[in-house]
């Protein structure tokens, strides 16, 4: 993926309701900052584009934790499997 084609994505993550809690300014309940969703986005495209990694190798390349991943991608699967693929997946016209 080109750099250009993720900023672009990345700018359809960040509007995305589901991901609100990995806004820039948004806080946990003991006002920890979120995680960078750059960086969380880097981390599902390489969970789900390269066979092999494992949220352990996500912790140790982010920083992040292995439940932060998690979570991150069990939302963007949902999100994946429901809008992005009525948006970017196309059927055949053609029989052939």
């Keep these: 993926m080109s750099y250009k084609l993720f900023k672009k ?4 993550v ?4 589901l991901c609100n809690k990995w806004a820039v300014n948004n806080t946990d309940a003991l006002g920890k900052k979120s995680s960078p969703i750059e960086l969380l986005l880097l ?3 390489r969970y789900f584009g390269r066979r092999g990694w494992t949220l ?4 140790e390349s982010t920083f992040v934790s ?5 979570l991150i991608l069990h939302t ?3 999100w994946g499997s ?5 948006k970017y997946v196309l ?4 029989p052939e």
């Design 82 to 86: 429901t809008e992005l693929y009525d």
């Design 56 to 59: 352990d190798y996500l912790e």
């Design 43 to 45: 981390g599902t495209l």
């Design 66 to 70: 292995e439940e932060t991943h998690q």
């Design 76 to 78: 963007y699967a949902f």
């Design 14 to 17: 960040k509007a995305n309701p």
């Design 91 to 94: 059927l055949p016209e053609s």
């Design 9 to 12: 994505h990345l700018t359809e």
